[in-house]
């Protein structure tokens, strides 16, 4: 079952901080994550079956201009959000680009948010436009949708548990 906006409002005290406006990020399916960093991808990642073969590459963040808009040339881009998140352990979450993205030739991708997961996530950023994108700081950029669990469960508790707080 996917949690609507009556239920999330319910819960937005402890499943969001620091967000830019709740009012408007709370949607009628889901919660509105907005862009803070943005980091271009400097170098190979790596990654085995064991999480002892993995290494992520380095990135180089990225200067929003004086007027908070960013170009970016088409490409890869690490992007990590504004607001911390607590799903709660007895739920999930899937985040989506908000429409207006693909509507530009850009999207956003995420891997599936784990019961029990706190943290300032990140995200991938694709520019697939060959003109370019530009972005502003604090737009709204994804679409978390949470779906209940049949019941609650032990929670995440891997590498990315507390990332950027």
């Known amino acids: 079952m996917i949690l609507g906006k009556t239920e999330l409002e319910k819960m937005m ?30 170098g190979a990642g790596r990654i085995g079956f064991t999480n002892e073969e993995r290494s992520l590459p380095t990135t180089k963040p990225l200067e929003w201009g004086s007027d908070g808009w960013l170009f970016l040339k088409p490409g890869c881009y690490k992007v990590t959000f504004n607001e911390a998140v607590s799903i709660p352990k007895d739920a999930c979450a899937i985040g989506l680009p908000r429409s207006s993205l693909l509507r530009m030739g850009v999207s956003i991708h995420t891997a599936v948010w784990d019961a029990g997961y706190r943290g300032r996530s990140e995200a991938l950023l694709v520019v697939y436009n ?13 679409q978390l949708l949470f779906m209940r669990l049949t019941s609650p469960q032990e929670g995440y508790n891997g590498r990315y548990m507390g990332e950027n707080l």
Do not use: H, M, P, W
């Open 13 to 42: 005290d402890s499943l969001a901080v620091d967000a830019i406006d709740i009012k408007a990020q709370l949607q009628v399916n889901g919660f509105e994550l907005t862009a803070g960093k943005v980091e271009s991808f400097e």
């Open 130 to 142: 060959e003109d370019g994108f530009y972005i502003k700081k604090g737009a709204r950029i994804l």
